[in-house]
């Protein structure tokens, strides 16, 4: 069971813009730890998409920015595009395991 | 581009061990913490263990602690998953993952692309 709790799954038409939460608690993200946000295409390995709040890796496109405010944080996609179809993960650390967590998970379907 | 291979995945009978490997090489291996990462067949990811750059500290989730152990081969810029007793509950895709240490927190800069374990009578 994992303390970070994600929606299962959000959808969008092309060009519009969902987010994803990502909701934890007073050991992790409400302690401060940062959240990092991975994105996972079908049948392959997943990929760091935002590190520590809301820095892209380079190479990511600026359509994916993500935030973080009190025990909760966001991802946002604009401008939804077919190849953003696939699974997103939030990861952190928590202090009442001594380890990193990572989200429920969300898939996101492009209509 | 920063490489990271995995093998030794495999169907095996519970209760038998299993050895994974983790080769890392197009960056400074040794200079890294690396991680497990397991995802179950169609569920989430799950963090299992970490070590530190020199080999010197591990860290595990509480669902393999006394159960895997982490280890590495500096010289051969090799990475370790000893897994032991192993149940259905272990059966995944394992991913070793280079960590990346920022603020109290790391994440995961660089995956393999995983090697499956089937525990199957």
């Known amino acids: 069971q994992s303390v970070l709790t994600q929606p299962p799954s959000v959808s969008g038409a092309p060009g519009q813009r969902v987010t994803i939460s990502c909701t934890g608690s007073?050991?992790?993200?409400?302690?401060?730890?940062?959240i990092h946000w991975y994105q996972q295409l079908p049948g392959t390995a997943p990929k760091l998409l935002i590190y520590?709040?809301?820095n892209r890796p380079s190479g990511v496109p600026d359509r994916f920015s993500g935030s973080k405010s009190g025990t909760s944080a966001s991802l946002a996609i604009t401008g939804l595009q077919a190849e953003d179809e696939a699974d997103y993960y939030c990861q952190s650390y928590d202090s009442s395991l001594s380890g990193s967590v990572f989200g429920t998970g969300t898939q996101v379907s492009v209509l | 581009q920063v490489q990271l291979v995995e093998s030794g995945g495999g169907v095996v009978q519970p209760g038998r061990s299993l050895r994974l490997s983790c080769v890392g090489s197009r960056f400074s291996f040794s200079s890294y913490d690396i991680h497990w990462v397991r995802q179950a067949p169609g569920k989430g990811l799950e963090w299992v263990a970490l070590?530190?750059?020199?080999?010197?500290?591990?860290y595990y989730a509480d669902s393999v602690k006394g159960h895997f152990t982490i280890s590495r081969d500096n010289s051969k810029n090799t990475l370790y998953l000893h897994m032991n007793t192993l149940g259905p509950e272990d059966t995944a895709m394992y991913y070793c993952?280079?960590?990346?240490?920022?603020?109290?927190?790391?994440?995961?800069?660089?995956w393999g692309q995983g090697t499956l374990v089937t525990v199957s009578s």
């Open positions: 070590i530190s750059n020199d080999g010197r500290t591990a």
């Open positions: 007073s050991s992790n993200i409400g302690a401060g730890y940062d």
């Open positions: 520590s709040n809301n």
């Open positions: 993952a280079r960590g990346v240490f920022h603020d109290y927190t790391c994440y995961f800069d660089s």
